[in-house]
């Protein structure tokens, strides 16, 4: 097992990797920036065609469920925010890798920000949006893991695949960390919002938040309903049990649950496709 500083020092270096495409470096380099403004990412998005046509693509998705149609990308800016759309870009240039990564992972993400977005808006909590995007990057510690050591991260797939187990716990055995502590490592060093790294370091473990537990709950119930319902693939066929802690502070019955469980349905429904590519 590799020695966890310089497994910390090798995974923060991901965004130097050869493999990773001309416009998720471009990405990165714009969200690394905590002095960037909505102008300049506004700017850079309307300059390349195809970004533009993605990020129109994502924000008119179920995602974040806009009751009208957006058509500039200055419009979605305005909408969402910069702390939802330094996530929702980073979402955006990581889809193909989430694809290539395991099938159906793209799938698995998409459909945890919709059922996001619904429990949010259940419960009354105003932030919708940013709990949809941490539910969307919530397993990007498994894409990090596997452009960083893709012959390692094949073995994982492969164990995790033959037994009914969790993957992280397979992580954990060749990495001693899993996906999650891979993906707050190099969060924090792109200078993410402190509530998304949380959503994404602990939707596992939600009783560790210590700066977004409501959305870190959320999205930890996300995760199971999504995996429950056979909606894409996380990497592994386990379902976990849904924590206590995370009931007690959604504050949630039955009823409310099942009534969750409508909307999902329709909202998925609502959905094109899971997908954003061209």
Known sequence: MMDIEQLRYQIEQVDSLPTIPTVMRKILNIIENPY??????????SNDPVLTTRVLKMVNSPIYGFPGRIYSVNQ???????????????GVSVFEAMQKTMLGLW?????????????????????????SVGALLHDIGKVILSLKFPDVYKKVLLEAGKNLVWIGDIEKKYFGINHSQAA???????????????????????YSSKYANIQTAIVHLSDIIVRARGIGFAGDKFVPVLNNDAWSILKLNEEVLKEIYSEIDIALEDSEEFAISD
């Open 36 to 45: 960037v403004s909505l102008t300049k990412i506004g700017n850079f998005i």
């Open 76 to 90: 979605a800016l305005i909408l969402l925010g910069l702390n939802v759309v330094k996530g929702m870009l980073f």
């Open 107 to 131: 799938e698995h993400s998409m459909g945890s920000a919709i059922t996001a977005r619904v429990i949010a808006n259940k419960i009354d909590f105003k932030d919708a949006e940013e709990v």
């Open 184 to 206: 707050a490592w190099v969060t924090e060093k792109w200078h993410f919002p402190k509530a998304l790294t949380d959503m994404i370091e602990n939707h596992h473990k939600p």
